[in-house]
């Protein structure tokens, strides 16, 4: 009877950690191009984004961030809005929308003399080895500068050296970076996954059973 409360104690232990860590513990960094800046930031009055292949297999994305600029003379009413996309339309363009931010605010960042990081959190979305993430800035005048930075390259995962800018008329087109000096477009951002809850259940099965064999074997 001891023995059977000590594992049972041990496998209600193990369920639990696996419930509590489920959306944390697992966790890993399967895109990574903010370790080495190249010093240009990308502005545009319309959305666009960069098509990244990911890392690992942890497929629900928890965390995205995205490096961006914000001239010193923003004037309040900058916002921006920032969306992922599966790659199945014609041509492997953006097409079924997997996730919309919805409009938030731009704050200049004195401190860093405007260099910042929109960092989105606590998200559940399910995606493909590579997926497109968009941005769109808004309220940004004449007089005022807003874009987002080159980084290259990557460290974990990989980034084509184009980007995906969407038309007045709804349709995806693919830019190369119009520099003279060859710069590829691969634009500062990080993205943190999950498993599969398919896949933490597995694991907990294989404590499981685990713990029965060495039940039986104690009992032996």
């Not at 349709?171 to 933490?200: C, R, Y």
Request: glycine share 12%.
């Amino acid at each position: 009877m001891t023995t059977i409360t000590r594992y049972s104690g041990k496998i209600i232990a193990l369920a639990a950690v696996a419930c509590a860590v489920g959306s944390t513990g697992y966790a890993e960094v399967v895109y990574d191009n903010s370790q080495t800046s190249v010093g240009y930031y990308y502005n545009a009055a319309t959305e666009f984004g960069d098509q990244v292949n990911l890392s690992g297999t942890s497929r629900i994305v928890t965390d995205l961030k995205i490096n961006y600029y914000l001239s010193a003379n923003a004037s309040g009413n900058e916002t921006a809005e920032v969306r992922l996309y599966s790659n199945d339309g014609g041509s492997g363009a953006p097409g079924t929308l997997l996730y919309d931010s919805g409009s938030f605010n731009l704050v200049y960042n004195a401190t860093s003399q405007g260099y910042s990081t929109i960092n989105i959190d606590e998200l559940s979305v399910p995606v493909g080895s590579s997926v497109t993430w968009t941005i769109l800035f808004s309220g940004i005048d004449p007089i005022e500068t807003a874009g987002v930075l080159f980084y290259d390259p990557p460290t974990v995962g990989s980034s084509y050296d184009d980007y995906w800018v969407k038309s007045a008329d709804g349709s995806w087109h693919l830019n190369n970076f119009p520099g003279s000096d060859g710069q590829v477009a691969n634009f500062g951002a990080q993205i943190t996954a999950v498993p599969e809850p398919g896949t933490i259940a597995l694991g907990l099965v294989g404590g499981l059973v685990w713990l029965g064999v060495a039940a039986r074997r104690r009992k032996a």
